[in-house]
């Protein structure tokens, strides 16, 4: 089943579409709208006005036919066709801009031949042809066409124009009932969008440090986080001696460039096939682990961050090998694991429309993980590979971000769920409208690379083993980049550099942070310890507050922005003690209620 992804819009802690769920599988619904620019582009989309403007240039019959359409009284039917791309062309010269995006859709019917038949609308820019969404149709029944592209800078868009067709073949009349048959189309639209995140990219931040011993091309995928007042990367390598691991630390981004790169090659994690690194404290062991494929997820730990040295050799998450899942359905990549209170998840890609989940208990872990199960299926021009999944802190919301195969870079998609086990619901999960891709990044200063933001990791509020991005925070992601005149002969030999993503202004995600401070203080009355919780509302909305603690609960309703207020608990204790205070804030947003809830802890020091 084929189903193309929607946009939703986040409203705090609710998502207005809920996926679908099929035999377990999670869906994706379809039928949302991104943030539209203006007018329908296409003229006489419904065909209720005739047939005119649009043309059949390749070949072709075009003619109104009122006794079948999608809706309204009419529909166009195309016959006598000569080529697979006879069919219907309509000429935008002048209505689209080079930089923007657009979605678009259609959709198609045909009586008579195949079963089943592909058909795809093409955008054509002189001898220049972009397949911009596909769909395979069923015999006998309407089906929608939807998808999305942004137009790169530099194309001339004169005399651009879109156009309908079925799959190439060299000699469609050896074959006509299969290739050549008649169909009707109707509802066909384009809508310039506008993405809902924005991001800044910088300049190159880590490149390359090649060696006589380690030649490196390039450094990509990574992976990274913040422990003990540093930044700690791991990375793949690319050489002609093939794919391995690195690293490298600094206390600021300005420095990244110029710290020194250690290959992990001489590291007991050795030489050989190792790549696609993910790093995290998992706090129940006290080590960190560095999970990467080296063909299955292989694992190492330590307990020094800050020594390359001390990582141990490999080990197996799937001692007994490839499940047999994967086997049978083209293999699995970029394993990126996450964790919540009882169950740790696996995630992986398969470059082939697949994400896949396995889980393990936290007791178990690293061992024990099940066999893999697909949690979403799509074309990979919305799921591809490099995976990455985070809670969002202060709500019980989690994110994936996918990335995907755009027209022609890498983006990358997202999702949103309640839980890791799903069912996820797409978010900004179309080229046009992207977590982050080329249709929504500018650049700081040089473009360096302009049709990628591929495999990267965002920059977490934590180190350990949830994940967390604080929504309070602006988004910082460090990704992949490579320059689109680098002519190379080979994939390994591409110049990868990696960038750093700031989100620009608000997002959805963004949206969900209420910004409010608290802090505790332990104050003795009449020989009796109170709890005092004091609370600043930095937000520009007002805010009503929730404080909950062992000794009971207390509300505050509608604090003003920039005022502070404060609640005491008497704990009925002469000796001051340790515990945890949690502040639950909510805000009417623009599109509904918002909460955000933080635990702070006291001591009795």
Not at 464 to 481: H, I
Request: net charge negative.
């Amino acid at each position: 089943m084929h189903v193309r992804p929607m946009r939703v819009r986040w409203f705090g802690a609710t998502a207005i579409a809920a996926a679908l769920v099929v035999a377990g599988l999670a869906v994706p619904p379809s039928g949302a709208e991104a943030r539209v620019v203006g007018a329908d582009l296409v003229s006489n989309g419904g065909f209720e006005n005739g047939v005119a403007p649009w043309t059949s240039p390749d070949g072709g019959v075009l003619s109104t036919d009122t006794e079948v359409a999608a809706s309204g009284a009419a529909s166009l039917k195309v016959t006598e066709r000569t080529r697979t791309s006879s069919g219907p062309w309509q000429d935008l010269g002048g209505k689209l801009t080079p930089g923007s995006s657009y979605d678009i859709s259609a959709k198609v019917r045909f009586t008579a031949g195949p079963d089943a038949k592909e058909f795809i609308l093409t955008m054509a820019y002189g001898d220049r042809y972009n397949n911009v969404a596909r769909a395979v149709a069923t015999r006998g029944q309407w089906t929608t066409i939807k998808g999305s592209f942004t137009i790169p800078e530099e194309q001339v868009v004169t005399g651009a124009r879109l156009f309908i067709e079925t799959p190439w073949v060299p000699d469609p009349s050896a074959d006509p009932a299969s290739n050549l048959m008649d169909f009707n189309v109707d509802d066909v639209a384009l809508f310039e969008v506008e993405p809902m995140f924005e991001w800044s990219s910088s300049d190159p931040v880590i490149v390359p440090q090649p060696t006589e011993e380690h030649p490196s091309l390039g450094v990509k995928d990574p992976t990274v986080v913040f422990a003990d007042g540093k930044y700690h990367v791991f990375m793949t390598t690319a050489s002609q001696n093939g794919w391995s691991m690195a690293t490298t630390s600094f206390t600021d981004w300005s420095e990244a460039a110029e710290a020194p790169i250690t290959y992990l090659a001489d590291s007991p994690i050795g030489a050989g096939y190792t790549a696609a690194p993910q790093v995290f404290f998992f706090e129940p062991d006290g080590l960190w682990y560095l999970i990467y494929q080296a063909g299955d997820p292989f694992y190492s730990t330590t307990a020094n961050i800050d020594d390359p040295m001390s990582w141990t050799t490999p080990r197996p998450l799937y001692p007994n090998g490839t499940p047999a899942v994967i086997q049978e359905t083209g293999g699995w990549l970029d394993f990126f694991n996450i964790c919540d209170e009882e169950l740790c998840h696996l995630f992986a890609t398969g470059d082939n429309g697949r994400l896949w989940r396995a889980e393990t208990t936290i007791e178990q872990f690293p061992s024990g993980f099940s066999a893999p199960e697909l949690e979403l299926q799509d074309t990979t021009e919305n799921i591809f590979e490099a995976s990455m999944t985070y809670k969002l802190d202060g709500s019980d919301k989690y994110i994936t971000m996918i990335e995907a195969i755009g027209h022609p870079g890498r983006y990358f998609s997202s999702w949103i769920a309640d839980d890791l086990a799903g069912p996820w619901t797409p978010l900004a999960a179309t080229e046009a409208d992207p977590f982050a891709g080329p249709a929504n990044r500018t650049f700081e200063n040089e473009i360096w690379s302009k049709d990628q933001v591929s495999h990267g990791e965002m920059i977490r509020s934590g180190s350990d083993q949830d994940l967390t991005l604080d929504p309070c925070e602006p988004m910082r992601m460090l990704y992949q980049g490579v320059s689109h005149t680098a002519q190379v002969p080979d994939y390994v030999s591409l110049p990868y550099k990696l960038g750093l993503l700031t989100a620009v202004g608000g997002n959805p995600i963004s949206d969900m942070c209420v910004d409010v401070e608290s802090s505790v203080s332990q104050r003795t009355v009449a020989g009796k310890v109170n709890l005092v919780v004091s609370v600043t509302n930095n937000d520009s909305s007002p805010v009503s507050l929730t404080v909950t603690s062992d000794f009971g609960t207390k509300t505050i309703q509608n604090l003003m922005p920039g005022r502070t207020t404060s609640v005491a608990f008497n704990t009925r204790l002469a000796e001051k003690s340790s515990g945890t205070i949690t502040v639950d804030a909510m805000k009417e947003g623009s599109t509904g209620p918002v909460s955000y809830e933080r635990t702070i802890e006291y001591t009795a020091g």
